[in-house]
């Protein structure tokens, strides 16, 4: 697996993309989805998810209801209980794939042995899945105050599980600057979050994902050879 990768290789190399997300949440909560027909159902969940951040961005998750979903969507509040039963369970199913892809992506670049082009694919990787899933990733990131105690602390475990392989790769690294691996992580962190949270700034800006992506590994790269 190479170190260096565009968004469009990237997609190209895994199978997570913003369509067949629908399919992994039908798969993946087969037992809580009644309605059983693939194809009306795989529509409807796609239906619902984007209602859901449209609904967020506008109005907030505290203050969306059901019913608001039901008139974004078009489903009855019985079409809606088909694939929901509550916004808890909504917030769930959002955090459940932040959690898949922040846990699976990272081990495609298990078979890199140098530290340095390990950290790198990582870092393209994250961008690049954050760009992919961006509603989601944006809305634990900004809306994970409103999940359930156990969700949020589920939240911040994605969260820190990314950091911690960073910070790992960075104290493997023969000649690595002075400091916390575990605080040069969260720097690193801190740089891919801001493309998610703040889209509005690199769209006008004219910034695309590979050319946040390129800078960022130019910066991570020339402090961490020292």
């Known amino acids: 697996m190479p170190a260096h ?4 290789q990237f997609q190209a190399m ?3 993309d913003g369509d067949n997300i629908w399919a992994y949440l039908l798969d993946h909560h087969a037992e809580r989805i009644t309605v059983k027909r693939r194809k009306p159902a795989l529509e409807n969940i796609e239906k619902i998810f984007r209602a859901t951040f449209k609904l967020a961005n506008e109005v907030g998750f505290r ?3 059901l019913r608001d979903l039901c008139r974004e969507t ?8 088909g694939y929901i039963s509550s916004k808890d369970q909504l917030a769930e199913m959002i955090e459940d794939v932040v959690r898949h892809a922040t846990h699976e992506v990272p081990r495609m670049f298990d078979d890199l042995s140098d530290p340095l082009e390990r950290l790198e694919a990582l870092v393209r990787a ?3 899945v954050s760009e992919i899933l961006q509603p989601w990733f944006y809305f634990v990131f900004m809306d ?4 359930q105690t156990a969700q949020r602390a589920t939240a911040k475990e994605s969260e820190l ?6 910070a790992r790769i960075i104290s493997e690294l023969p000649n690595r600057p002075p400091g916390s691996p575990e605080l040069l992580a969260s720097h690193i962190m801190a740089m891919f979050q801001d493309w998610y949270v703040k889209r509005w700034k690199y769209r006008a ?6 050319q946040f992506a390129d800078s960022a590994v130019r910066m991570m790269r020339g402090y961490l050879r020292g």
Request: proline letters at 5%.
């Open 161 to 166: 599980h990314v950091q911690s392989l960073f």
């Open 63 to 65: 203050t969306m209801n």
């Open 14 to 16: 895994t199978p997570l």
């Open 144 to 147: 994970s105050r409103v999940l």
């Open 5 to 8: 990768f565009d968004l469009q």
């Open 126 to 128: 994250s961008i690049f």
């Open 205 to 210: 800006a004219d910034i695309t994902p590979d």
């Open 74 to 81: 078009g489903l009855s509040m019985g079409g809606l209980y």
